[in-house]
């Protein structure tokens, strides 16, 4: 393949996986539909180009998918371009620009981020292991350059072996061979149902790594290739903590050669060993003298050499397994007059009462019998049985779902109790190392303790009192999450009762949507935990509420799987809840925003099955303005694919639902603004169809609405401007595009929209590029880059700078 041809392939396939996914933004839909203006420009120098035989107009080109449609596309322009000098350079041009679209680790890294430190803390009191770090060292050293491929150890045993505290203990200890930095993630693997998706991990290291939440791709496979790219080159050490599969952890592995992957399972992972090579090293338990020394380091050397064989004795009866050394050294520790020889007793008993009961049970399950004599679990029973009353109730309601991290707001709903008396449970169950600290005022169970407290709950307070706790999660999550969704999105259409009564204050302080974000973000992994504990008891009513009071959250920073996971069983719950006289326009609600997060996946198809199914079910339960919905999202879907004249009917069908709904209707106060955007989006539509003329009647209509909005909506009018300088720049009136765009610069820039001003401006460079005015051109150029700095995107940043250097050049 030619150079130029190969070229404009790599460009239609950049821009055609942004078009499905949306990565790009702005820049990435102009390319596409820059990439369908090039692709009908050259149908129509084609000899004896298709024509329909009903009309006799040309063919449209659809949006080219697959490698071969692609290909063919690649071909086609290349053909094209080989015929006409104009077309060539057009077809160039647009190739140099789509280039920047690539999600590669020069482009949307952030410069001078710092390595990452994802490790947690090491532990004063870590003890033996040497040969676990003399066995990862001889690897290193014994590495082949050649390979290419980053050495990895697999740390095997039971829960409560010392798997992960070993694995940090490493990492830290070879940090200098690693100067770019460490990587770590809980890859929570205890089972199935609670282990991490691989493209959740992705995003936390590509995040860490410096790239922005917005250039994160929402594929998992686009996620990897982003990974590899930026860990490429880079000397870094990787743990994956607590797997589940080998599944979980292929996609996770970075490609350098000079990196270090340390994995730890209670599972054996033999494809991972298979397919990378992978050496396995399985713990043992701590040997006495060990355990006598892990003791003694967490209780002092004063206390422990004044309790002689005692000490021996307790170590003996942890079974030297490390957490049950911790758990038990940190009683005695808290418990100064706590005698030696009393926890060895209570151990001892323990684990003959745990084999006389093993014995007993021949019916048991496979490994239940043995857990009671498992010194891991001894360990915690003989702590649970010291607490007070009180905490042994917070313990317990703590621990009835698999939260991924216990802050002080999700324990205090679990409990029931206000957050004061929750901070300071939290900080006394930590301090008898039944729960360990994460973060600040950020805690989680190990799932060995975790399934201790959970079985404790179920004996002892019964389904009924954990399915309230799950219910007071879900309800004090669904209060946050509406509230805060509120102040990221106040002027969109919503649904649920959650929402009743929420109102703005008068002197909202700047910047108060952007705070609200971040907390929905730094609450998105419970949130999701919720969804699914509320599905798990039965409380319909509130996971598809909180699906809707996460929409806020998932539009603007993306999260796709978790978002996908979550609304599949939102839409599930709000089916039952229809059946069972819940709200039925539920259905359609969720439906709706599940089709949004298939587009950010590239999933069109099953987006544009989730919007019919949608529509199909407003219009079922007679709801015009859910209906109107998902029948505009299915326009926005079908201007995405190119299908103008489809999205065109679609907005044209959605507004003449809009006309159904009469005051005090559901949605009859957002109807002025809904027909707005409608005409904002059907002159799009006419305008990609050449219909110049119709469309900026349409969009002029839009303006005019937007501004007799009460308060009026000047963001909404300077996305109206962009649309109608892009289609005058796209008939090459450049003159009139730079009168529509002036307009929405000044406008972008009252709003205090940097990104956006710098969009307009960028644009309009262009205007005074097909005028011949380089000086104005480069001015705008040379603005836009400030704007992009500020506003941090470093894509546009340097897309801008190549420019000026072509144009100084």
């Known amino acids: 393949m030619e150079p130029f041809t190969g070229m404009v392939l790599s460009a239609v396939g950049t821009v055609a996986s942004g078009a499905l996914s949306g990565a790009g933004g702005e820049m990435g839909r102009r390319a596409s539909e820059s990439l369908y203006g090039l692709l009908s420009r050259a149908r129509s120098q084609e000899d004896g180009a298709a024509t329909s035989a009903a009309d006799g107009e040309l063919r449209p080109p659809t949006l080219p998918v697959t490698d071969a449609e692609q290909r063919t596309a690649a071909l086609r322009l290349a053909e094209a371009a080989r015929s006409s000098p104009e077309f060539a350079d057009a077809v160039a041009q647009w190739a140099r620009e789509a280039a920047w679209l690539a999600p590669t680790a020069e482009r949307v890294v952030i410069p001078g981020v710092a390595r990452p430190r994802m490790l947690p803390l090491t532990t004063a009191a870590f003890t033996d292991r040497e040969d676990v770090l003399a066995s990862v060292t001889r690897l290193l050293d014994g590495a082949d350059p050649r390979r290419g491929a980053p050495t990895i150890i697999v740390l095997t045993g039971p829960g409560g072996i010392g798997k992960t505290a070993a694995a940090v203990h490493c990492a830290h200890a070879l940090e200098e061979r690693f100067p770019d930095g460490a990587l770590h993630v809980d ?345 699914r504990a509320a599905e798990q008891y039965g409380f319909d009513d509130l996971v598809w509420q909180l699906c809707e009071s996460m929409w806020g959250l998932h539009l603007r920073l993306g999260f796709h799987e978790s978002w996908v996971d979550t609304h599949l069983r939102g839409v599930e719950a709000a089916r039952r809840g229809a059946a069972a006289f819940g709200d039925p326009r539920a259905v359609g609600r969720i439906l709706v925003q599940l089709a949004f997060a298939y587009m950010g996946l590239g999933r069109l198809d099953d987006a544009e099955g989730a919007l019919l199914e949608a529509a199909a079910a407003d219009e079922a339960c007679g709801h015009p303005r859910g209906q109107a919905s998902a029948v505009e999202a299915l326009g926005l879907l079908r201007l995405k694919r190119w299908r103008y004249p489809d999205a065109q009917r679609c907005f044209e069908d959605a507004r003449e639902l809009l006309g159904r709904i009469r005051q005090g209707d559901d949605g009859w106060r957002d109807l002025p603004r809904a027909r707005a955007l409608l005409d904002h989006h059907l002159g799009r539509a006419l305008s990609r169809q050449g219909r110049v003329t119709e469309a900026a009647d349409r969009l002029n209509g839009a303006l005019a609405q937007f501004r007799a909005l009460p308060g009026g909506d000047r963001y909404n009018e300077g996305r109206v401007y962009m649309s109608l300088g892009e289609a005058q720049v796209e008939v090459g009136d450049a003159d009139q595009a730079r009168v529509c765009l002036d307009k929405a610069i000044a406008t972008m820039g009252d709003e205090g929209a940097a990104l956006q001003l710098a969009d307009a401006t960028e644009l309009r460079s262009r205007c005074h590029r097909l005028l011949g005015q380089p000086g104005r051109e480069a001015d705008d150029l040379r603005s836009a880059a400030t704007l992009y700095d500020r506003g941090g995107d470093h894509v546009g940043l340097d897309r801008v700078r190549a420019r000026l250097a072509e144009l100084a050049g």
């Open 187 to 531: 890859l929570a693997g205890a089972s199935a149902a609670t282990a991490l998706a691989p493209s959740e991990a992705l995003v936390r290291f590509l995040e860490r790594l410096g790239v922005p939440s917005a250039k994160v791709p929402g594929d998992e496979a686009r996620q990897g290739d982003l990974y590899r790219d930026c860990t490429a080159g880079r000397r870094m050490v990787v743990v994956l903590d607590n797997a589940h599969s080998d599944a979980q952890v292929l996609p996770l592995l970075p490609a350098a050669q000079g990196c270090l992957v340390i994995v730890t399972s209670r599972r054996r992972l033999d494809r991972l060993v298979a397919e990378t090579g992978a050496r396995h090293l399985t713990l043992p338990p701590l040997s006495t003298t060990d355990s006598v020394r892990l003791l003694t380091r967490i209780v002092g050397q004063e206390r422990a050499a004044a309790a002689g064989g005692g000490v021996r004795a307790v170590a003996e009866g942890t079974g030297g397994m490390p957490l049950a050394v911790c758990t038990t050294g940190a009683r005695l520790a808290v418990r100064e007059h706590l005698a030696w020889e009393t926890v060895a007793r209570q151990l001892s008993e323990r684990i003959r009462r745990g084999e006389q009961e093993g014995t007993a049970m021949q019916d048991a399950a496979p490994g239940e019998a043995g857990d009671r004599a498992d010194p891991v679990r001894i360990a915690h029973d003989v702590a649970y049985r010291e607490l007070a009353p009180r905490s042994a109730s917070f313990y317990r309601a703590v621990a009835v779902w698999p939260w991924p991290t216990l802050t002080v707001r999700c324990a205090a709903f679990a409990a029931g109790v206000g957050e004061d008396e929750a901070r300071q449970l939290l900080e006394d169950l930590a301090g008898v190392h039944l729960l360990q600290e994460v973060g600040e005022e950020r805690y989680r169970f190990h799932d060995v303790s975790r399934a201790f407290a959970r079985d404790r709950a179920a004996t002892e307070d019964g389904h009924g009192r954990m399915a309230a706790g799950v219910r007071r999660v879900a309800v004090g999550y669904l209060r946050f999450a509406a509230g805060a969704d509120f102040r990221v999105m106040p002027l969109r259409w919503r649904l649920g009762p959650a929402y009743a009564g929420l109102v703005l204050p008068e002197r909202r302080e700047a910047g108060d949507g952007k705070r609200a974000l971040e907390e929905l973000r730094g609450e998105r992994d419970n949130l999701a935990a919720v969804v």
